[in-house]
C-alpha cells in the first residue's frame, strides 16, 4: 500500500519522537542529578509525560487523516447510491 506525503510525515515525527523520548530522559536525567535523585527524577518523568503528549497528539493526527478519509468514501458510496435511486424513480 502506498502511503502519501502525510502519512509519511507523521511516520516520521512518530519515530523521532520516540527517539525525543529515549534519549531526552537519559540527557534531563543527567543534566538534572547535581540537583539530587529525587528532583532529578521528578523532572526527567515531567519530561516523558510532556513528550509523551507529544506523540499522542501526532496519533491523534493520523486517527483523524484516516477517519476523514473514510467518511469520504462513504460519501461518495452514499452519492452514488442516491443518484442511482433518483434514477430509478
Avoid: H
Avoid at 477517519?67 to 460519501?75: D, G, I, N
Amino acid at each position: 500500500m502506498q502511503k502519501d506525503i502525510y502519512e509519511r510525515i507523521i511516520s516520521f515525527l512518530l519515530g523521532a519522537s520516540w527517539a525525543i523520548v529515549l534519549f531526552g530522559a537519559l540527557i534531563t536525567f543527567k543534566t538534572f542529578i547535581f540537583l539530587g535523585f529525587g528532583l532529578s527524577l521528578f523532572i526527567t518523568i515531567f519530561f516523558v509525560f510532556i513528550t509523551l503528549f507529544m506523540i499522542l497528539t501526532l496519533d491523534a493526527f493520523s486517527i483523524n487523516r484516516k477517519r476523514l478519509e473514510e467518511a469520504k468514501k462513504q460519501t461518495d458510496l452514499l452519492e452514488k447510491i442516491s443518484s442511482e435511486n433518483k434514477q430509478s424513480l
